[in-house]
Nanobody, 115 residues
């Protein structure tokens, strides 16, 4: 199993920045994808950004050019740098780990952007 612990959420004004961190522990496969999803009340869970163990990245359309995902060399920590935040970015942000058919989720961290 893989456990995920997130940190870095909070309250920020529109136009501000936040950086989220997620640390994975447990049995981490050498071939995996880690990323961030977000979910606002009454909406579906959407991909924000992901990065593979090989370094390939994917971004949701609404965050391209504003958010940057990265991971450390050890491969068990992923970061999400969020710039130019907008009120519509307000949501619970959840870290995700995927390796083949296995999937794990973090508890989530709240990001609130005030206008």
């Amino acid at each position: 199993q893989v456990q995920l612990v997130e940190s870095g959420g909070g309250l920020v004004e529109a136009g501000g920045s936040l950086r989220l961190s997620c640390t994975a522990s447990g049995f981490i496969s050498g071939n995996n994808v880690m990323g961030w999803y977000r979910q606002a009340p009454g909406t579906q869970r959407d991909l924000v950004a992901s990065v593979s163990s090989g370094g390939s990245t994917t971004y949701g359309e609404s965050v391209k050019g504003r958010f940057t995902i990265s991971r450390d060399n050890a491969g068990n920590r992923v970061y999400l740098q969020m710039n130019d935040l907008k009120p519509q970015d307000t949501a619970v942000y959840l870290c995700n780990y995927q390796a083949r058919l296995y999937r794990s989720w973090g508890q989530g961290t709240q990001v609130t952007v005030s206008s």
